[in-house]
């Protein structure tokens, strides 16, 4: 087990080293050259003299790919043009919004998800069968952002049962522990801030469910259909096994594997949700900072930013490897 | 009750032709062998069709034809498609003129629904709702194919590429796929909207940058599925026959397994037609879209559109409703296509 | 009616499936026979002939939808008689595992890949036993030992991937006898293993049979299997049953034009070198439907005018079978009860030294000699 995530650990070298050649030319590549994407439209020839001499950009290529790589490896991102603070800072300040958004998202996307494939493959050429199957083609072909838009006019605009926008209600004070709403309030025991922070979440949770749900109920749904074909199935039925062990047991338990490496590619489609979703909402989160940063061109937070995403992508899929050899011995084996 | 059958059997033959051919049944042996053959031939007919011989791209779309789906989802390609094409014919007005600029107050919440000369209203610009759909529909087409040729070109030859030297370039071949596909890797990790991003921010904001931004995104999934597909294909026998008989390989390659490693590629194509349309919108909607207002199209209409949300919704709903039926009828069909080219489904 | 009744009477059992927009099916087309404490039943034929549909249809595993079942599978159970067919599916539940059980055809896919071994065996002792924890673990681990697994703690821990094809089987076959079921139902349970395995296996079964009396109902293609195990035999062509007969006749005296062709399929070792073997020409595709004629007849070298007239009945051998719409008042099954006696369902059975007829004249015209291999 051990050496399997060693593995996976120093597969992933090759993959993030890779990613930061490609941002380092990008970086190379900017109109102007790095020193105008680092530094305010407005900076002094001087200013850029000044960057150039620090950036070391009078040096051979590998040599300032190598400081590159040092600054990153050291947590450095550069600065926001925006906002004249450390891109790291910013992301560190802005990422328990986010995580929680998230994990809210694959939360409603898993527990919708998964008894709605299941039934819909128990029941298939039902109506229920046809409606969930619609319903997710319909929900993979809705832009997410329009779903957040009118999700927010209707029922926050219009009906005023959620609120538009934000955590949190303006003025309500929480103690704050980690940054993570939810799970500060319970543990302080502000049962009026886990409220207020989950209605919060839900409209923008929801928007941002919508495309791991739709993904989530076609895969269990189809991952169920071609189990229960299979002749461990029949063979546990032929033990005469009672019909909800044979479905938890032998249907689901094998039903799912696919469904979990699922989740782990989903994360991609999550954080580009999150960018709309959040925008939409004015979730105070990552997702929101890259959406402004996309409209100024703010280059250090998008170069920032992508590398954050591959090094979370990488690592939510290396933890879905690991889970997933955990549910497959035939994986472990290998 | 058990008889005594031989008897009966032996008084069989003679009455049998009665019913059908008396003259048959007198006749000498070799009449009566042909009487057999056609009997039996008669009662074995009708059951040929059907059978075995059908190639797959045939017995799938026999399949699709039987399918609401695939029919729901070829009507609407269809349909879009033709206005596409037709776009400066249908519509009836030309699509960026004010032409009725004085009668719309976006200010003061005065907007122009749907009228007899006008069959979806103004825009806030009082420019002809319908007419900028149409032409829209041509954008949006353009978008999601060159989006998905770009896709389909880049991923296919660098998934090609590998499968191909996996299978049959031996050790070094085992190199290169392996090289090819840490690239693919890397581009995985990228999620796709983030790519796009990544390049539109590169080069700019333009329908170009969308086109390319989209296709590039799309590059890994072809090409892992590609690679898998030949993979697969070659370990079966066949491409071992082959390789026995000494076919060259590169012959083996393209003759044998790219062939029959095409379906799942050509059904991501359809599906990819699809998503290229939603991100395209989403692209829009983050600033990286069409700037220019001379070609309207859908996603940067929607995202225009989401100003005027509260005071006219119907701004969004027409080009989110077309975006979402579009992306619909080329995911219904690509689904179709998938199940009726899935052997398992099949029979 | 004997005195003692059969422990499972299959009678006119048939299965119907819906086809999907084309015609229906008839997998299984009135198939009747019975097994016996302490003897073994074959159901042999080709691939597509009924056999895995009828064992299903006895174990009620058949899907829901799509299908019908007709006939009777009339059980003897300690305290009262049962019909499998129209048993509530939670009855079914009750019995199978522990009166019924069933051994498949592919051990590997038959396991569950994720589930250990131990865990496979434990439940449905857990389930019809009522055993638990360490108890259940001794007696998982029994049953191993007792179907020839060694080292059985330790396979207990291990996935069915771990495990060679053989023990596969075995595991397969210790779930199967684990509640020591009074009918067991093995469908081609050799067809995956390599010939040395294949032996160890057929002895195996034949032990337990032995050992706890169980009637053991074997199906499979292979006639060599069952030449070594199978008491009584039915042979199943498109459906129905062609023939049937205990081992004895049925090997030295095959009457169906379909079991010969079986027969003279089998490679011999006594055979002159370089004699090539007697294939059954056509596949199993290639019939008619039993209502137009004999369903074998495509592929016989046999048949004649009457074979295309109509059904042909099952009766006892010695006689030639009526056809039914042939209005010659077709003998009915004549076998009632026991699997003992021979029976065809044939029009012109191959033994027929007796009747020198017009039909059997003809023969050699269209077959072209096939017919004095046939006698031999």
Not at chain 2, 171 to 183: C, P, S, T
Not at chain 3, 35 to 45: H, K, M
Not at chain 3, 182 to 193: K, S, Y
Request: neutral net charge; proline residues 6%; charged residues 20%.
């Amino acid at each position: 087990m051990l050496r399997f995530i060693v593995r996976r650990l120093l597969q992933l070298i090759p993959t993030l080293g890779g990613l930061s050649i490609l941002l380092f030319v990008w970086l190379q590549r900017l109109p102007g050259g790095p020193e105008y994407a680092l530094l305010p439209d407005d900076a002094t020839p001087e200013q850029r003299a000044e960057l150039r001499e620090s950036l070391g950009l009078d040096e051979p290529v590998t040599v300032r790919y190598l400081a590159f790589l040092r600054r990153i490896l050291e947590g450095d991102l550069g600065t926001s043009l925006a906002t004249g603070r450390p891109v790291t800072e910013e992301f560190l300040t802005r990422f328990p919004a986010t995580f929680e958004l998230s994990v809210t998202a694959m939360l409603i996307a898993v527990a919708v998800g998964v008894p709605l494939g299941y039934l819909a493959a128990r029941r298939r050429g039902t109506a229920l069968d046809f409606m969930a199957v619609g319903g997710s083609l319909l929900g993979i072909c809705t832009p997410v952002f329009f779903l957040a838009f009118i999700l927010k006019v209707v029922l926050a605009e219009q009906l005023g049962w959620f609120p538009s926008a934000f955590r949190l209600s303006p003025g309500l004070a929480r103690t704050d522990l980690s940054g993570l709403v939810i799970l500060d309030g319970l543990r302080t025991g502000e049962l009026d801030v886990v409220w207020d922070g989950l209605l919060h979440l839900a409209l923008p949770g929801v928007a941002l469910a919508s495309i791991p749900l739709a993904v989530i109920v076609r895969m269990t749904r189809a991952s169920v259909l071609e189990v229960v074909g299979e002749d461990y199935v029949r063979t546990a039925n032929a033990k005469g096994l009672h019909r909800n062990t044979v479905r938890t047991r032998h249907v689901l338990r094998n039903a799912l594997l696919p469904v979990v490496t699922s989740v782990g590619l989903l994360t991609g489609a999550l954080f580009s949700g999150a960018v709309l979703t959040e925008s939409v909402f004015a979730f105070p989160g990552i997702g929101s900072f890259i959406y402004e940063a996309t409209q100024t061109r703010d280059y250090p937070v998008l170069t920032g930013f992508i590398l954050l995403i591959a090094t979370m992508y990488v690592i939510i899929n290396l933890l879905v490897d690991i889970s997933y050899s955990l549910l497959d011995p035939r994986v472990r084996a290998q | 009750m058990p008889t005594t059958p031989s008897s009966q059997n032996r008084s069989e033959p003679p009455k049998a032709p009665e019913t059908a051919d008396t003259a048959d049944g007198r006749a000498p042996l070799l009449g009566r062998k042909a009487a057999r053959v056609d009997r039996l031939a008669e009662l074995m007919g009708g059951r040929e069709e059907g059978g075995h011989g059908a190639g797959v791209w045939r017995t799938a779309l026999d399949r699709m034809r039987r399918s609401p789906m695939a029919i729901t989802g070829a009507v609407i390609v269809a349909v879009f498609i033709v206005v596409a094409l037709f776009a400066p014919l249908i519509a009836p007005y030309d699509p960026v003129a004010q032409t009725w600029g004085a009668e719309v107050f976006p200010n003061r919440s005065v907007f122009v629904g749907p009228r007899a000369e006008n069959w979806l209203g103004l825009d806030n610009l009082g420019r002809d709702q319908f007419s900028r759909m149409v032409i829209g529909a041509r954008q949006t087409l353009l978008v999601g194919v060159v989006a998905t040729l770009v896709g389909f070109g880049v991923g296919a030859l660098l998934g090609g590429a590998a499968g191909a030297s996996a299978v049959l370039g031996g050790r070094w071949g085992l190199r290169v796929d392996n090289a090819v596909m840490r690239v693919i890797d890397m581009m995985l990790a990228l999620p796709t909207l983030l790519l796009a991003v990544t390049v539109a921010a590169l080069v700019g904001p333009s329908l170009t940058t969308v086109m390319i931004a989209v296709g590039v995104a799309q590059v890994p999934i072809f090409a892992r599925l590609l690679r898998g597909a030949m993979l697969s294909q070659g370990s079966r026998d066949y491409v071992l026959a082959a390789r026995a008989l000494g076919v060259r390989k590169r012959k083996i390659a393209l003759v044998h397994i790219l062939p029959n490693s095409l379906g799942p590629v050509i059904v991501q194509s359809t599906l990819t037609l699809a998503t290229a349309i939603i991100d395209a919108a989403a692209l829009s909607y983050l600033g990286l879209g069409n700037p220019d207002p001379a070609f309207p199209e859908w996603g940067t209409m929607l995202a225009d559109a989401q100003r005027f949300l509260s005071s006219a919704p119907q701004f969004a709903v027409y080009p989110a409703l077309a975006i979402i039926v579009t992306a619909l009828g080329f995911t219904l069909l690509g689904e179709a296509m998938r199940e009726a080219l899935d052997p398992k489904l099949r029979k | 009616m004997s005195s003692s009744t059969p422990l499972l009477a299959v009678d006119e059992l048939s299965v119907v499936f819906d086809g999907h927009g084309s015609d229906e099916v008839r997998a299984v087309d009135g198939v009747s026979f019975t097994l016996e404490e302490g003897r073994v039943t074959g159901l042999v034929g080709e691939s597509g002939c009924g056999k895995s549909v009828t064992s299903l249809a006895l174990m009620g595993l058949l899907p829901d939808r799509g299908v019908r079942v007709g006939g009777s599978a009339v059980m003897r159970l300690p305290e009262d008689r049962v019909d499998l067919l129209t048993l509530p599916q939670r009855r079914m539940r009750d019995l199978r595992g522990s009166q019924l059980a069933m051994i498949f055809q592919d051990p590997l896919s038959s396991l569950n890949p994720v589930v250990p071994i131990g865990r496979q065996v434990t439940e449905i002792l857990r389930r019809h036993r009522g055993l638990r924890g360490s108890v259940a673990d001794r007696e998982a681990a029994d049953l191993l030992d007792r179907v020839g697994i060694p080292d059985p703690k330790r396979r207990l821990r291990e996935y069915p991937h771990q495990l060679s094809g053989g023990m596969r089987q075995r595991a397969l076959i210790a779930m199967a006898v684990a509640c020591r079921p009074r009918v067991m139902i093995a469908d081609e349970p050799t067809t995956a293993l390599d010939v040395t395995i294949q032996a160890q296996i057929l002895e195996l079964l034949r032990d337990l049979v032995t050992e706890e009396g169980t009637a053991l109902l074997m199906i499979t293609h292979d006639l060599g299997v069952v030449a070594g195990l199978c008491d009584d035999i039915n042979v199943l062509y498109a459906g129905r049953a062609v023939e049937t007969a205990p081992r004895t006749p049925l090997f030295s005296d095959p009457t169906h034009p379909y079991t010969v062709g079986l027969l003279s399929s089998i490679p011999r070792l006594d055979a002159p070198r370089g004699e090539p073997l007697t294939p059954i020409r056509g596949s199993v595709n290639d019939n008619i439907a039993w209502s137009q004629g004999c369903a074998f007849a495509p592929r016989c070298d046999h048949y004649t005018m009457e074979c295309l007239q109509g059904p042909p009945e099952l009766v006892a051998v010695g006689t030639a079978a009526g056809v039914e719409g042939g209005g010659s008042g077709g003998a009915s099954a004549g076998a009632s009860g026991a699997g003992a006696e021979h029976v065809h369902r044939c029009v012109n059975p191959v033994r027929h030294a007796d009747v020198a007829d017009q039909p059997v004249t003809e023969s050699p015209a269209v077959a072209g000699g096939d017919e004095e291999e046939a006698q031999g």
